[in-house]
């Protein structure tokens, strides 16, 4: 079975948003005919705007070291809303005061949310060499 590049890109963003330590993180896939311009939003929090920008820029290094960069940035400078437009997934990385007033995921309420482990692979299984005792005759 072939993986999805777009599930492994946001995937990608996630696990920055996590190793900034960003809140309540959620993924919104949108429906085709919701009319939406994007597949999937990653929706997160930080709890001050220096974290919430080190969040955005940890998502945009990391993305940008696997070869995808970002069509559009918007917010970076003020840190409230920073938004991270990649075409086939957008992350929004807000203040709690900002994510609360504009409340994407009510206002997407359609969208399907899904579980961060249904996007992020689990760790690859590290092969452990057993010794084999030798039978003495």
């Known amino acids: 079975m072939k993986k999805n590049p777009v599930k492994q ?13 960003a809140e309540e993180i959620t993924v919104l896939e ?15 929090s930080g709890t001050n705007i220096r974290q919430i920008q080190a969040i955005a820029e940890e998502v945009e290094d990391r993305l940008e070291k696997a070869g995808l ?3 559009n940035i918007e917010g970076l400078k003020q840190g409230e809303w920073v938004l991270l437009d990649y075409f086939d997934f957008v992350v929004h990385v807000f203040s ?5 007033y504009y409340d994407l995921e009510r206002l997407w309420k359609s969208a399907k949310r ?13 092969r452990t060499v057993r010794a084999v005792a030798k039978k003495r005759a």
């Open 30 to 44: 949108l429906e085709k005919s919701s009319g939406a311009f994007t597949d999937y939003f990653v929706v997160c």
């Open 114 to 126: 899904l579980e961060i482990s249904e996007l992020t692979a689990p760790a690859p299984r590290k």
């Open 69 to 71: 960069r970002p069509h």
């Open 9 to 21: 890109q946001v995937s990608e963003a996630i696990a920055a948003c996590q190793d900034k330590k």
């Open 96 to 100: 709690d005061k900002a994510r609360r």
